[in-house]
């Protein structure tokens, strides 16, 4: 069964520093999605991504952040200057169709801030 | 705006005990309704869904009722296995936009035999 990946599975980084959280979602699929959970809080949404472009992001999801389709297999997630908040459980998601029951969620990367 | 509130975990039954997990809602309009499931290890998984009031969402021997009367969408399982241990998260679709998913804090169950 078709699955969406993520890598790394979990990151150390240091305040101040750049990551990027790659995913591949699924290959047939057009809608992608970020969405990050914080030790012992929800699930937050934080973006999505339909033809090349942010179709919708939250609050959350300011200037440091950008998303990226790069090569039409990965969907990047990047984070220019890492806060210590930002230390979080980050999921992907992809759906062929548009709607929240059509997405299939990758495993996650953890992402420590220091 | 939208929100989930579900009962924190962990929860721990023995297998074959009853199971329900509250979850509640606030929310404009007529969102759909999940239950997701992470196993150790894995990605969400849609476990069950129901779309509009009075809906019964079920899969895996799970059920859940779309109860608008009293914004609640209670997950229930009559006789629990271990191999149900895992992360439970109560959801609901937003209605209008790109439908982001609202998601619950979560509930761990643990199942020992």
């Known amino acids: 069964e078709p699955e969406v990946t993520q890598t790394p599975s979990h990151q150390v980084t240091q305040m101040g520093q750049e990551v990027i959280l790659r995913c591949v979602p699924i290959s047939n699929h057009l809608y992608f999605y970020w969405y990050r959970q914080i030790l012992g809080q929800k699930v937050e949404f934080l973006v999505s991504f339909y033809n090349n472009e942010i179709s919708e992001k939250s609050e959350i999801f300011d200037d440091q952040f950008s998303v990226e389709r790069p090569d039409g297999s990965n969907f990047t997630l990047k984070i220019r200057s890492t806060k210590l908040e930002d230390s979080a459980m980050y999921f992907c998601?992809?759906?062929?169709?548009?709607?929240?029951?059509?997405?299939?969620f990758g495993p996650g990367t953890r992402l420590l801030v220091l | 705006g939208d929100s989930v509130t579900q009962m924190e975990g962990p929860v721990t039954l023995s297998e074959e005990a009853f199971l329900t997990i509250n979850c509640t809602y606030t929310a404009t309009g007529y969102p759909s309704l999940f239950w997701y499931v992470q196993y150790p290890g894995e990605g969400l998984q849609l476990l069950l869904k129901?779309?509009?009031?009075?809906d019964k969402g079920s899969n895996k021997g799970f059920e859940a009722t779309y109860r608008k009367e009293t914004t609640s969408f209670h997950l229930e399982k009559g006789s629990v296995q271990v191999s149900d241990s895992a992360v439970y998260f109560c959801?609901?679709?937003?209605?209008?936009?790109?439908?982001?998913?609202?998601f619950g804090t979560g509930t761990k169950l643990q199942v020992i035999p």
């Open positions: 998601a992809s759906s062929a169709l548009q709607g929240p029951e059509t997405q299939y």
């Open positions: 959801a609901l679709g937003d209605s209008g936009g790109y439908q982001k998913v609202t």
């Open positions: 129901a779309t509009k009031a009075d």
